[in-house]
């Protein structure tokens, strides 16, 4: 035993006989979420990659102006001033798409779906995107607010004129929502940024104008929210659009303190928990679970965040919905997939980079406030986190993609869009081959390369896992932060999510730069006091925990309901 270790050692047996036996209420008993109790423990190909590294290499290849790749700047200046007199910028959807660039459709063919999250990734990773490079990106990003429409909501594009090129523009429900979420999250990272606020307020009447006239009723395709009126085509229902209209409500609420915001966020989960079966349609859902959760814990509301969450991860099965939408489990060939979002059925299954990543956001920072699901979320992203890299050129073998030519043009920056169980292309050396990675681009339209499989959309959320995932001294045992993406929330302290996959006893090191104790809200115990620069904690075989770090000292209190920190600010719910 070299002295490093026996410092270690020694560490923790201090830290574990100076733990307080202060009774601060009962353990929280785990809830179990079926689908999750069927993935593995851990993966059998577990690989975690250094998600924050990943983010920060995207962010600087994609906002590079001058990029000399192969596959040239991703990025461009769009100068038509729709909505704002001012310029933005343009992101391209996936690499070569031939409906983008500066000289295509007046170069106005671009994202917010891909720009907003782009922006949030880098910000959540520490990468000031107020003042890069002589470019604010988050005052450029205002242009997506459709004032000229007369919607005033951040929409995906920037202008009508270009919403039938692709994107769900005013026709497809969740494309008009989730960019106002984003647009809130990215405001609670970059505040202060002129005309931020004005816009934010506009979208929480929006929604709240919307909420009114749905009245509990969201059975529509889309929603027009300039005329506030709901509209029905081609596309199914998309009910889950309560979910997101709650979750911004609820930002908002937090951000104004209006209490109209509040009540019709609860109007909004209402709504969506008024279904009689899954409706999960891409990337709202998730937000609708956060929502309830908190709400639950801080709003003393009684919402069945199981049912929700049942919904997501069971998926949709009806065949008026999006059938088939949910939580891939499994192998596909050798390797581990579960955890991934997309088609359970969809030729066996079809995986998706960006609607995996994006339900982190969400479901970590949830269990502050529904900590029974500790172990579950743990347990998936685990399995997800891994699986995501599955996506990447350089981390799947040659023979299960379906371009490994273009495998470098990238510089393993920008993903797959997607991840099937098999080639839906019929491309002859694929069959039988599964997993293969695989994107939809050349599908869009006609003459789209096969570069296009690549997806910068896709890839933009990597900032989310780089927030929110590190990993500790113990292989398959990650350390999830609770607060990154807790937008518009009080956050106090640091807050980590930890799950242990193992039949034995894990001992935890744990790094910090002030004396601090270590206190678990699932175990209502302190696993360590008076940590200086180095300790450890124990995380018992097969269990979870919710590490709430707070300065040494610091004085905690049960008052019937809630444990307090020096009477001052919550830190575990009943």
Known sequence: MNVKEMLTIGTFFLCVSCTSNIDLGTPVEQVTINRIDSMPDI????????????????????????????????????????????????????????????????????????????????????????????????????????????????????TSSVGSKGGGYGRDWWYDVLPNALYYAVCDVFPGVDGAESIQKSIAEQFTKADSVLNGNYDYSYFDYGKMQGGINHIPFQQDVAG????????????????????????????????????????????????????????GANYDVQKLLNWVFDGCKSPTGRTGWGIIVGKWGDYDVSGLQGSITDGGGYAFLMNSIKPAWPFVPMVKYQPQ??????KWMLNNASACRLFYPGYIDEKH???????????????????????DYGKESLKGVSPVAIGDGPKWIDGNPTESMFSVYSSSPVGILGAI????????????????????????????????????????NYQTKQAVDLFDIVSKKYVARGISKDGVFTIPAKEACIIVELPAGTELSLDGKHIWANKQYIISYK
Not at 53 to 77: C, M, Q, Y
Not at 401 to 423: H, M, S, V
Request: net charge neutral.
């Open 43 to 158: 993966p059998v190909t577990y690989q975690m990659l250094d998600w924050k590294k990943k983010a920060r290499d995207f962010d600087k290849f994609v906002f590079d102006w001058e990029n000399t790749s192969k596959v040239g700047p991703l990025i461009w200046l769009d100068n038509a001033r729709r909505n704002i007199d001012q310029p933005t910028f343009g992101l391209y959807t996936a690499v070569k798409d031939i409906r983008q660039g500066k000289n295509v459709n007046n170069g106005e063919f671009h994202e917010s779906l891909n720009s907003l999250v782009a922006i949030l990734g880098a910000g959540l990773v520490g990468i000031d995107k107020t003042n890069q490079d002589g470019y604010n990106y988050v005052k450029m990003a205002q242009n997506y607010f459709n004032s000229d429409t007369g919607w005033n909501i951040v929409m995906n594009n920037t």
């Open 373 to 378: 699901y500790a172990k579950a979320i743990g």
């Open 469 to 508: 995932v590190d990993t500790t001294n113990v292989k398959g045992i990650l350390k999830l932060d609770c607060n990154a993406t807790d937008f518009y929330a009080s956050r106090p302290y640091p807050v980590y999510l930890y799950y242990n996959p193992y039949d034995i006893d894990e001992h935890i």
């Open 244 to 299: 997101g209209h709650a979750y911004v409500l609820l930002c908002a609420y937090r951000k104004f303190g209006d209490v109209r915001y509040l009540n019709h966020s609860k109007s909004a989960i209402e709504a969506l928990l008024s279904q009689k079966e899954s409706r999960f349609y891409e990337a709202l859902l998730p937000l609708g679970v956060y929502t309830a959760a908190y709400l639950n814990a801080t709003e």
């Open 401 to 423: 993609q379906w371009a490994p030519e273009l495998k470098d043009i990238t510089n393993n920056n920008i993903a797959y869009e997607g991840l099937r169980k098999f080639d």
